[in-house]
């Protein structure tokens, strides 16, 4: 049973361009959550969703940012006009189940972004 | 809103040796769930250990246990008999059990980094 997988592993962008990240779920798993760490910083959750749903977005940047699950493929995580700011690790990570109970989220590798 | 604290930013053990890592966090939830992470420099995030706030037993896997004190919220990790492989960067997490709305996200401290001296 493969892991999360991310990709790309790392992506470089110029001020201005769109980065897409992408993430695909353990089989079997239809939660995602996408969490940010900055430099010398811990992860901060961005965004949980469900197949076809934004369950809570609360951490992710109002503009700019948008996530989406859809029914088949991936998770995408997409950043429209990057600045430097944006310049992160970003990790997506799944989970069988919802909370209330424990469920333990799998992580994938992460996708390192550098915005020149 | 829960926060996490980590007081360390940095430790460093003999290998072989023990080292004890703080966590402290803040909630108002009676019912949550605690967790240390390692980041290798792979930036992999693996869950080391982990705990639920309704047990009062302390979480043990091999050479890595918990100190579990709810009315303090304090929740540190021991690591004993300190190996090469456990350099890396420490993670303590808080996630609410809580069912709706923000369920499930983890919330983490700012990290340790651990250095293990051969």
């Known amino acids: 049973n493969a892991g999360v997988m991310q990709n790309p592993r790392h992506l470089v962008r110029r001020r201005g361009q769109e980065a897409r990240l992408r993430c695909s779920p353990m089989?079997?798993?239809?939660?995602v959550y996408w969490y940010r760490q900055l430099p010398e910083e811990g992860l901060k959750f961005m965004v949980y969703?469900?197949?076809?749903?934004?369950?809570?977005e609360s951490g992710m940047p109002k503009e700019r940012f948008s996530a989406e699950f859809p029914k088949e493929g991936p998770s995408i995580l997409r950043i429209q006009q990057v600045v430097r700011g944006d310049s992160a690790a970003y990790f997506c990570?799944?989970?069988?189940?919802?909370?209330?109970?424990?469920?333990?989220?799998?992580f994938g590798p992460g996708t390192r972004l550098t915005v020149l | 809103a829960q926060t996490v604290t980590q007081s360390q930013p940095e430790m460093s053990v003999q290998e072989a040796e023990t080292v004890t890592l703080s966590c402290t966090y803040d909630?108002?939830?009676?019912?949550?769930?605690l967790f240390w992470y390692k980041q290798p420099p792979s930036r992999q995030m693996i869950l080391v250990i982990r705990?639920?706030?309704?047990?009062?037993q302390n979480a043990t896997e091999n050479r890595f246990s918990v100190n579990f004190q709810k009315a303090a919220k304090s929740f540190s990790l021991k690591i004993s008999d300190s190996q090469l492989g456990d350099a890396a960067m420490y993670f303590c997490?808080?996630?609410?059990?809580?069912?709706?709305?923000?369920?499930?996200?983890?919330?983490f401290g700012k990290g340790t980094k651990l250095s293990v001296k051969p």
């Open positions: 990570a799944s989970s069988p189940l919802a909370g209330g109970s424990y469920n333990e989220q799998f």
């Open positions: 089989k079997g798993h239809s939660h």
């Open positions: 969703l469900q197949k076809e749903n934004i369950i809570d």
């Open positions: 909630t108002s939830e009676s019912d949550y769930y």
């Open positions: 705990q639920e706030a309704y047990k009062q």
């Open positions: 997490a808080y996630r609410s059990a809580r069912r709706g709305g923000s369920q499930g996200n983890l919330i």
